[in-house]
């Protein structure tokens, strides 16, 4: 590799920008095999609270839906965002699953309701 095009910047930067120094902005789609209940707001609500205490993210929005939650979510840099998401459904899941272990994940956009709607129609 020529250090002389890197310039020992090794930083990787998301085309929607950073939420704060260390940490990358992404947007979540999490889907639910039934329509979410204000109980179950409440409980991704203290989830999300909870792995944001440990530093590893920042949530920024969560935005409703029937069947699914849309994320924008800071991550850092120093953990990978697999890990953040599973331990997000793992926390929220808790001994009454609804949410899938399978999720729409980008860093380049704010997925379209289109783009949802294709990714939902997929699990189906």
């Known amino acids: 590799m020529n250090d002389e095009f890197w310039d020992d910047d090794f930083s ?25 209940t204000a109980l179950q707001h409440e409980r991704l609500g203290e989830a ?12 920024e929005r969560t935005e409703y839906e029937d069947t699914y939650v849309l994320l924008c979510i800071g991550i850092s840099n120093d ?22 272990f399978h999720f729409f994940m980008t860093n380049t956009h704010k997925p379209s309701e289109k783009e949802i709607a294709g990714y939902i129609a997929e699990l189906s």
């Open 79 to 100: 953990v990978a965002p697999q890990t953040v998401i599973d331990n997000l459904i793992i926390a929220t899941n808790g001994t009454d699953p609804f949410l899938r």
């Open 48 to 59: 999300s609270r909870g792995i944001q205490r440990s530093g590893e993210c920042i949530f």
């Open 12 to 36: 990787i930067e998301s085309s929607i920008g950073s939420v704060r120094g260390g940490f990358l902005r992404y947007y979540v789609v999490l889907s639910a095999t039934h329509p979410i």
